[in-house]
């Protein structure tokens, strides 16, 4: 299976800043086929980004997906205070369905 | 709109079994994928397996095969999975999930999530 690894583990920013994210698969992942999530204490994920670089309904434009084969990125291009959460990466072009152990993103 | 309603939560003796319930609203519940994932406290996300609701059939990741069961109902559009053989490793909250397509194996609308507690 395919092993995603996030970096870095823990984030301390202040809202108005650039962050970027980091996912690395262990493989290539077939057709870029990678989501990143947002997940708020005690909700569920919510879908940012598909394809790699698609963004999903309603998702704001200051979050922007890239990368491909193995290494994929997630930017926030201004924090806002409402994105201070952790972020997940997933990879659904190979079986199994896997995801990133996290990356938590909190307020410096 | 779509929503994905899950059971109450569950505490449960080690051994024993649990079966969660997701009830679908909104769409054609034959239409679309049902996925189980699952978050143990503090920790991430785990895919379980999925399940076809037109057809029943299902593909469960390797580590639960043994002891989960993907079920429907299609007269109350509503998905269940059952786990046997609880251990305390099966502390989490369990989530029913669906993509945008089909089959899509990436997740637009999730359920609430239901917690299971594993304790004696």
């Known amino acids: 299976e395919i092993v995603l690894t996030q970096s870095p583990g823990t984030l301390s920013l202040s809202p108005g800043e650039r962050v970027t994210l980091y996912c690395r698969a262990s493989?290539?992942?077939?057709?870029?086929?990678l989501a990143w999530y947002q997940q708020k204490f005690g909700q569920a994920p919510r879908l940012l980004i598909y394809?790699?670089?698609t963004r999903a309904t309603d998702i704001p434009n200051r979050f922007r997906g890239s990368g491909s084969g193995t290494d994929f990125t997630l930017t926030i291009t201004r924090l806002e205070p409402e994105d201070f959460a952790v972020y997940y990466c997933?990879?659904?072009?190979?079986?199994?369905?896997?995801f990133g152990q996290g990356t938590r993103l909190e307020i410096k | 709109q779509v929503q994905l309603v899950q059971s109450g939560a569950e505490v449960k003796e080690p051994g024993a079994s649990v079966k969660v319930s997701c009830k679908a609203f909104?769409?054609?519940?034959?239409?679309?994928?049902i996925y189980w994932v699952r978050q143990a406290p503090g920790q991430g996300l785990e895919w379980m397996g999925w399940?076809?609701?037109?057809?029943?059939?299902?593909n469960y990741a390797q580590k639960f095969q043994d002891r989960v069961t993907m079920t429907r109902d299609t007269s109350i559009n509503t998905a269940h999975m059952e786990v046997n053989r609880l251990t305390s490793d099966d502390t989490a909250v369990y989530y029913c999930?669906?993509?945008?397509?089909?089959?899509?194996?990436?997740?637009?609308?999730w359920g609430q999530g239901t917690l299971v507690s594993v304790s004696s």
């Open positions: 394809a790699a670089s």
């Open positions: 999930a669906r993509g945008v397509g089909g089959t899509t194996r990436y997740f637009q609308y």
């Open positions: 399940i076809n609701p037109e057809s029943g059939g299902t």
């Open positions: 997933q990879q659904y072009g190979n079986s199994p369905i896997t």
């Open positions: 493989q290539s992942v077939s057709s870029n086929y």
């Open positions: 909104g769409y054609t519940f034959a239409d679309y994928y």
